[in-house]
C-alpha cells in the first residue's frame, strides 16, 4: 500500500477531524555479529533495515486511544488513558504501544489525550527481524513528536522503547534492537558498546556481495522463555567470576582473563553460556577491525564462528537454522552465514557474492523443501536509516 493509499484506509477507518494526520517510520534490523552480548555488556554491530513499519498517527482530544494494524484482522482495538496501563494477554501486538506509554509516563512524560494510530508494515513477524522494536520505536518517536515532549531524543526513545519490552511486555531483551531501529543510518552498520552506549557508524564497504536474510519460518513457542533463561545464566555465571574479579558485565573479561579463571564458576552449562558471551564480543571487534581495513573474508570467517558458538555453547539454534547456514556455508560464493537475533528459529544473515544470490536461493530452498518441507524466504537487504517522521 501506498502511503497515499494508508492514510486514506486511517480516514475510512477512523474518519475526518479537524487534527492533523501525520506519518513516522521505525525500521526493523538485521545483527551481523555480536550476539546474546547486549545484555552483558558487550558489543553488537547491527544495521536497521529498509523494511519497517509505517504508521499514521492523530490526536483525539479526549481519554480514547484507538489502534488499527493493516497486518492484523482484529479491526479496532481500544483503550482509555484513564486506565491503568497493564498488561492483558488479549492484547497481542497492541501490547508493545501499551507498554511505550507505560514507559514515558514512568519516566515522568505526561500523556496528556489520547489518539489514533493505523500501522502496516512489511517486516515479517516472528522472523527474528525485531518487528516488536519497530513498532516500540515507532510508537516512541511519534508520543515524542505528538506531545511535544522537550528533551527526547532518539536513544532515548530506545532506551524507553527497550524499558517497555523488558518491564511491560516481560521479554527481559538488551538494548541492541531498539538502538537499531532508532538510530540507524543508510549504508551502515552500528558498532555499540552497550555498556557505555558509545557507538560508532562503520560503512559496510562490501564490493559486490549483498546482505542475504533467509527467514527459516520457524518461531519456537519458547523464544521469551528460553530468552530469560539465557539472562539468567549469564548472571549466575556472572556472580561467580565476580569472586575473583571486579566486574560489573562478563563482557568485561578478555578471553585471556576468562580462560585463567572459569573454573569457579564450578557448572558446565553456565562456564559455556560466559564463554560464548566473552568470545563472541571479543570476536565482533576482531569482525569490525577486519570490515575496515576491507577484508570480507574475515569477517565471514568470524560470523561461521559466531554461529558455531550460538550452536554449541549458547544452544540457541534448531534443525532448520543449522540446516541454512550448514548448506549456505557449502555454497561457493559464500562469505559468511550465522543464525541472526535471538534464535530458536527466525533468520539466518549471510554475506553473499551478488554471482552467487541466486545459486543461494535455489540451493537453500531446494535442500530445505526436500529436508523440512517448507520454503524459506529470502531478502536481499540494504542497510537503511533509523526511525522518522515522513514530512
Ligand atoms: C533479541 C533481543 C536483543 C538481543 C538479541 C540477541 O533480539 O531483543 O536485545 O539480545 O536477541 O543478540
Redesign the pocket.
Known amino acids: 500500500m501506498t502511503r497515499v493509499e494508508l492514510i486514506e484506509e486511517f480516514l475510512k477507518r477512523f474518519g475526518d477531524s479537524d487534527q492533523a494526520v501525520r506519518v513516522f517510520y521505525a525500521p526493523g534490523r538485521v545483527?551481523l555479529i555480536?550476539?546474546?552480548?547486549?545484555?552483558n555488556g558487550g558489543h553488537?554491530f547491527p544495521c536497521a533495515l529498509t523494511l519497517g513499519i509505517e504508521g499514521v498517527f492523530r490526536l483525539r482530544g479526549d481519554r480514547t486511544v484507538r489502534l488499527a494494524s493493516l497486518n492484523e484482522a482484529d479491526g479496532i482495538r481500544t483503550f482509555s488513558l484513564d486506565d491503568p496501563l497493564v498488561l492483558r494477554e488479549e492484547d497481542g501486538w497492541v501490547s508493545y504501544v501499551k507498554g511505550v506509554l507505560w514507559a514515558f509516563q514512568m519516566r515522568g512524560c505526561v500523556i496528556p489525550e489520547g489518539f489514533e494510530m493505523l500501522i502496516e508494515g512489511d517486516l515479517p513477524a516472528g522472523a527474528?527481524l525485531?518487528s516488536s522494536?519497530a513498532l516500540e520505536v515507532l510508537t516512541g518517536m511519534a508520543v515524542t513528536r505528538l506531545y511535544e515532549l522537550q528533551n527526547v531524543n532518539e536513544i532515548e526513545i530506545a532506551v524507553l522503547s527497550?524499558r517497555a519490552?523488558s518491564k511491560f511486555v516481560g521479554?527481559n531483551?538488551?538494548?541492541?534492537?531498539?538502538f537499531a531501529s532508532a538510530m540507524g543510518r543508510k549504508g551502515c552498520a552500528i558498532l555499540l558498546n552497550t555498556d557505555r552506549i558509545r557507538y560508532e557508524y562503520v560503512p559496510l564497504h562490501l564490493g559486490d556481495a549483498k546482505i542475504v536474510i533467509t527467514n527459516s519460518k520457524v518461531k519456537h513457542s519458547l523464544v521469551d522463555s528460553a530468552?530469560n533463561t539465557r539472562r539468567t545464566e549469564c548472571g549466575k555465571a556472572l556472580k561467580k567470576l565476580q569472586l575473583v574479579s571486579n566486574i560489573n558485565h562478563l563482557c568485561d573479561l578478555d578471553v585471556d582473563k576468562f580462560e585463567s579463571t572459569k573454573d569457579v564458576i564450578m557448572n558446565d552449562t553456565y562456564t559455556k553460556r560466559a564463554r560464548h558471551v566473552i568470545y563472541e564480543n571479543a570476536r565482533t571487534i576482531r569482525a569490525v577491525s577486519a570490515l575496515r581495513v576491507g577484508n570480507l573474508k574475515r569477517f565471514g570467517e568470524l560470523m561461521n564462528q559466531s554461529h558455531i558458538s550460538l550452536r554449541d555453547d549458547y544452544e540457541v539454534s534448531c534443525p532448520e537454522i543449522d540446516f541454512l547456514v550448514k548448506s549456505a556455508w557449502k555454497i561457493d560464493g559464500v562469505i559468511g552465514s550465522r543464525l541472526t537475533?535471538?534464535?530458536f528459529g527466525g533468520s539466518t544473515v549471510s554475506i553473499v557474492r551478488g554471482d552467487a544470490v541466486e545459486t543461494f536461493r535455489e540451493q537453500l530452498t531446494k535442500g530445505y523443501q526436500d529436508r523440512f518441507n517448507m520454503t524459506p524466504d529470502f531478502y536481499v537487504v540494504e542497510a537503511g536509516d533509523g526511525v522518522r517522521e515522513i514530512p
Open positions: 545483527n555480536g550476539e546474546h552480548t547486549d545484555y553488537v527474528g525485531s522494536a527497550q519490552e521479554m531483551c538488551g538494548i541492541m534492537d531498539q530468552y537475533g535471538a534464535g
